[in-house]
């Protein structure tokens, strides 16, 4: 009996066709014209390899229902072939309901913002250039009196990310110096950064008052009083809530406090809420009700609520920001021209707040009515249904998130798709759909695959409507 299978799978490896046939065949040549033949020549490689050790490994039963013919091989090989061409970083479609999905990149910028990058990424620009003087100028000077003039800052600067606008203030005002900040507060954003391990990098020294769940003002006031206290740190806990028994330091508070010491306080505010949207039943600070509060300093990040690029922006006293641009560190985290290019763009919008709330997609995205997000789902399912498969789609009431790590336990409400069929389960297609062209995330819930509108742009809907084409077509085998 063995002997036997030994036999077989020596005749089924023999079956498979030798690289040159495959490579040469009218089928590969046909689809394959324009890509570089190291891309195909590695393909089918890798194809014939993976098939032999199939062979090699596979039972007999899995083996018999298994097709070796030439048509199979060279299929496999162009998945392989279109997998190597594919770009690592690509557009996908969000339809998780989730705005500033951490994994699908956060905020998308605004088509002016896309427009700016493009033009500046691709030709000389002005970046560190004072056109009017004919001489060098800084790269700093190029969004800071927007930001100072849209949030009341007296001054600002930009650098790679808000965990590196943490790290270069405590580096620049606080080396080697006593940052008192309250144990309520001591954040892990991302799961990479962590207030006390940002602080210990600094060179910084960690003082902790209060304790987790109440933190009052005389425990600053006695951490101050007690020692030589170079900065108080308060940070916005963006990603979580303390509820029941607690008690916070308010930011005004403490900068009456600042005051009466003569001690700066810092204020790590995250989101870079540029807007107020309390008419959305979204709460959460403004950068422009924190500077207006007294903070010394307030840094917050571009790829959050304030819907640009990835950026930290450190909005504030003068002094303070020269001190931190002369620092080595400001060098090692600057930011480069496309990322300028992004945020000036962005920046512009916001001087007219209605336009920022049309243009900015996350901001759009937030103030989307209940009734919009059940017309756009009425029009996708009108669409999906004109396909005539057997799903069967149903618009619910659900919950968006904004996500990224702010406005926990705060939802918007909306309309969603809920698909269900008899011919695939949910997993399947969710599977199916992530796997397309241009991947679909959506999720699960209660045994139906949900699609939220919120996230979606007009673009998307031709591409999900042929994406349950395609399935609904391998389902009958067309
Ligand atoms: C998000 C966040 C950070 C980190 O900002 P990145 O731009 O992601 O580096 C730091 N502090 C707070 C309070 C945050 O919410």
């Not at 998130?401 to 809920?418: R, W």
């Amino acid at each position: 009996m063995e002997e036997d299978s030994i036999m077989d799978k020596q005749a089924l490896l023999r079956k498979i066709p030798k690289i040159d046939e495959l490579i040469n065949s009218e089928e590969l040549q046909s689809k394959c014209d324009e890509i570089p033949s190291w891309i195909v020549l590695e393909s089918i490689r890798e194809t014939i390899d993976e098939l032999r050790s199939f062979i090699l490994e596979g039972t007999e039963s899995v083996l018999e229902s298994f097709k070796f013919d030439e048509f199979s091989i060279i299929e496999k090989a162009i998945v392989k072939i279109r997998e190597k061409q594919q770009n690592n970083v690509r557009r996908i479609i969000n339809a998780t309901g989730t705005i500033l999905h951490t994994n699908l990149g956060r905020a998308n910028l605004s088509e002016r913002a896309g427009f700016h990058v493009q033009e500046t990424a691709s030709a000389y620009s002005t970046l560190e250039y004072n056109v009017k003087e004919g001489k060098r100028g800084s790269r700093h000077d190029l969004v800071s009196g927007l930001v100072a003039k849209i949030t009341g800052a007296e001054d600002a600067m930009v650098v790679n990310n808000n965990a590196a606008a943490v790290l270069l203030c405590l580096s620049a005002l606080a080396k080697d110096k006593n940052v008192v900040v309250s144990r309520g507060e001591l954040v892990e954003i991302g799961g990479s950064f962590r207030i006390p391990e940002i602080m210990e990098l600094s060179g910084s020294n960690l003082i902790e008052v209060g304790t987790t769940n109440k933190t009052h003002l005389r425990d600053y006031r006695k951490a101050a009083l007690d020692r030589e206290v170079a900065l108080m740190l308060k940070v916005h806990t963006s990603n979580y809530k303390i509820v029941g028994f607690t008690q916070e330091v308010e930011i005004e508070e403490l900068v009456e406090l600042g005051k009466e010491l003569e001690i700066p306080i810092i204020y790590d505010l995250g989101s870079g809420l540029l807007c107020n949207l309390e008419p959305y039943g979204i709460h959460e600070p403004t950068v422009q009700e924190t500077v207006a509060s007294g903070a010394d300093l307030v840094l917050f990040s571009g790829d959050k609520l304030l819907g640009g690029p990835q950026a930290g922006i450190i909005a504030g006293k003068k002094e303070m920001i020269a001190a931190m641009k002369a620092h080595q560190l400001a060098r090692v985290i600057r930011v480069d021209k496309m990322t300028l290019a992004a945020l000036e763009s962005t920046l512009r919008t916001y001087l007219d707040m209605e336009t920022a709330k049309a243009e900015i997609p996350i901001l759009s995205m937030i103030t989307m009515t209940p009734a919009t997000t059940k017309e756009n789902a009425e029009k996708l399912v009108e669409r999906l249904e004109e396909i005539g498969g057997d799903f069967q789609f149903e618009i619910i009431p659900g919950e968006s998130q904004i996500g990224g790590g702010s406005t926990p336990n705060q939802f918007i409400k909306g309309f969603v798709i809920a698909c269900i069929s008899n011919s695939i389960t949910p997993d399947n297609l969710e599977k199916n759909l992530r796997f397309n062209d241009i991947p679909i995330i959506g999720r699960i819930s209660n045994d139906r695959y949900i699609i939220d509108p919120r996230t979606l742009f007009n673009s998307d809907y031709d591409s999900i409507v042929n994406a349950f084409k395609k399935i609904w077509n391998d389902i009958n085998g067309k």
